[in-house]
Nanobody
């Protein structure tokens, strides 16, 4: 099983970035997929989730209207488009596959830094 995030980097405040997560080794299209993040000294927090077929999405209040989660089941990939980025969005962003009661699989994370 692998979840491999990519696309992180340094961006200026107000800028945009898209991170991707490529999955393999498990039935990706049957899983709810989530993006979570963890900033230094803070607990990991849920950013957004998307249902197995992509019909339903949920967002944390602090990213609503700025971030968009999407998935391509043909490519076993989930995306997070991040617009209007703020310095407080700086964190390591993780993708995770959510099972019935917990996150079954995690990626290694990708660093997103918002700074001028």
């Amino acid at each position: 099983v692998q979840l491999v995030e990519s696309g992180g980097g340094l961006v200026q405040p107000g800028g945009s970035l898209r991170v991707s997560c490529a999955a393999s080794g498990f039935p990706f299209s049957t899983y709810i997929m989530s993006w979570l993040r963890q900033a230094p000294g803070k607990e990991r927090e849920l950013v957004a989730s998307i249902s197995s077929l992509g019909r339903n999405t949920n967002y944390a209040d602090f990213v609503k209207g700025r971030f968009t989660i999407s998935r391509d089941n043909a490519k076993n990939t989930v995306y997070l488009q991040m617009n209007s980025l703020k310095p407080e969005d700086t964190a390591v962003y993780y993708c995770a596959a959510r099972g019935a009661t917990k996150y079954d699989y995690w990626g290694q994370g990708t660093q997103v830094t918002v700074s001028s």
